[in-house]
Structures are given as structure tokens and as C-alpha cells.
């Protein structure tokens, strides 16, 4: 048996990285997939799956139900729907949902080799009920935004001091890289 390689060892930090140099190079974000694109759920203009922008228009009989909660056209008031695909409309409730930030400013898509433990916005009291850490799924070579800030933010509202790991990822790094940051932050609570 020959000797195993020396693992690559990084200081795991809190708080937002600084670092610019996204995931994947910027000319390629068009490319991406739907799931980590997530036009419909990122930045402040409304979009579909798509990343058609939609528009705002009285809700009619004719159009199909709310994306997300399948309320139908029951509903009297505004929604947002999209021109180009006629299946994509939003009631106003599920308008005002929280967004993801825009990719630009995602902090689980930059910082490749600097693994971080990201806190939740909102604030818990001392007498917490616990620490999680929140590991978003992803393959290995991404890390899916909605499963990182915002479940760290449902259980911060639940009392839970909650935290989302970034860590290493493929194909630069591997499992036990992966697995090492995971150590590191449980360690760090």
C-alpha cells in the first residue's frame, strides 16, 4: 500500500468571503443550470423558470394557477405573469415571498477555495435552543441557494443558532476535503 496523500487542510472563517472569483467564470453563467440559475427566485425583478420578466396584469379566468401555492383564478387581484410562457404566473401573496439575492451577489457562489460558515440574518436570543449547521446539496460542484441562508434563516426564527457551511467542492477538491470543513465548523460551534 502506498501512503496516503496529505490533506489539504483550510482554516475555516465566519462571516461572507471577500474574494471575487465566482464558482464559475462569468461568461459562462448564461450556461448554467435552471437550478442554480434560479431566475425565479433571485434578484429584485420578478422572473420565470425561464428568466422571461414578468409583467403585472389583472387576473383572468383564462390564466393558469399560481405557480407556487396553485391558487387559481379565483383570485381578484393583480399577478405577474409571463408573455412567453403561459403556464408561469404568480398570485400577489406569493409576490412578496423573500428572494434569493442575484447571483452577483450570492455569497454560496464565490470563494471557491475559501470554505466559510455563513450566519443567518436574523438574530437569536442567548438562551438558544442549539447550533445547527445547514450543508446545501448541490452534487458536489455547486451549492443550491435556496437550501443555504434561507433554512438557516427558518430555524434562527425558531430559536436555533443556525449557520450555513460553504465548503470545498469539486473537481478541485473532494469528499474528504469536504468532509474536513465539515469537522472544522462543528468543531468551531
Same mark, same amino acid.
Given at each position: 500500500?502506498?501512503?496516503?496523500?496529505?490533506?489539504?487542510?483550510?482554516?475555516?472563517?465566519?462571516?461572507?468571503?471577500?474574494?471575487?472569483?465566482?464558482?464559475?467564470?462569468?461568461?459562462?453563467?448564461?450556461?448554467?443550470?435552471?437550478?442554480?440559475?434560479?431566475?425565479?427566485? +433571485? &434578484? =429584485?425583478?420578478?422572473? *420565470?423558470?425561464? /428568466?422571461?420578466?414578468?409583467?403585472?396584469?389583472?387576473?383572468?379566468?383564462?390564466?393558469?394557477?399560481?405557480?407556487?401555492?396553485?391558487?387559481?383564478?379565483?383570485?381578484?387581484?393583480?399577478?405577474?405573469?409571463?408573455?412567453?410562457?403561459?403556464?408561469?404566473?404568480?398570485?400577489?401573496?406569493?409576490?412578496?415571498?423573500?428572494?434569493?439575492?442575484?447571483?452577483?451577489?450570492?455569497?454560496?457562489?464565490?470563494?471557491?477555495?475559501?470554505?466559510?460558515?455563513?450566519?443567518?440574518?436574523?438574530?437569536?436570543?442567548?438562551?438558544? +435552543? &442549539? =447550533?445547527?449547521?445547514? *450543508?446545501?446539496? /448541490?452534487?458536489?460542484?455547486?451549492?443550491?441557494?435556496?437550501?443555504?441562508?434561507?433554512?438557516?434563516?427558518?430555524?434562527?426564527?425558531?430559536?436555533?443558532?443556525?449557520?450555513?457551511?460553504?465548503?470545498?467542492?469539486?473537481?478541485?477538491?473532494?469528499?474528504?476535503?469536504?468532509?474536513?470543513?465539515?469537522?472544522?465548523?462543528?468543531?468551531?460551534?
Amino acid at each position: 500500500m502506498g501512503k496516503l496523500p496529505e490533506r489539504r487542510s483550510r482554516r475555516l472563517k465566519v462571516g461572507r468571503c471577500t474574494s471575487q472569483k465566482p464558482i464559475v467564470k462569468r461568461d459562462r453563467w448564461p450556461y448554467l443550470p435552471n437550478w442554480i440559475a434560479l431566475y425565479a427566485e +433571485r &434578484g =429584485s425583478m420578478p422572473k *420565470c423558470w425561464e /428568466g422571461h420578466r414578468l409583467h403585472r396584469e389583472h387576473c383572468r379566468k383564462s390564466h393558469p394557477n399560481c405557480t407556487y401555492c396553485e391558487a387559481g383564478a379565483k383570485l381578484r387581484s393583480n399577478v405577474l405573469v409571463c408573455r412567453k410562457c403561459p403556464w408561469w404566473l404568480i398570485c400577489s401573496q406569493c409576490a412578496s415571498r423573500p428572494r434569493l439575492p442575484s447571483l452577483r451577489l450570492d455569497p454560496l457562489f464565490f470563494g471557491p477555495h475559501t470554505p466559510r460558515l455563513l450566519p443567518s440574518m436574523e438574530s437569536v436570543a442567548d438562551g438558544s +435552543r &442549539g =447550533s445547527l449547521i445547514i *450543508c446545501p446539496g /448541490g452534487n458536489y460542484q455547486f451549492l443550491v441557494p435556496h437550501e443555504g441562508l434561507p433554512v438557516a434563516e427558518f430555524f434562527a426564527k425558531q430559536g436555533f443558532r443556525a449557520m450555513v457551511l460553504r465548503y470545498r467542492l469539486l473537481p478541485k477538491y473532494d469528499f474528504d476535503d469536504m468532509q474536513q470543513d465539515l469537522v472544522s465548523a462543528a468543531a468551531m460551534l
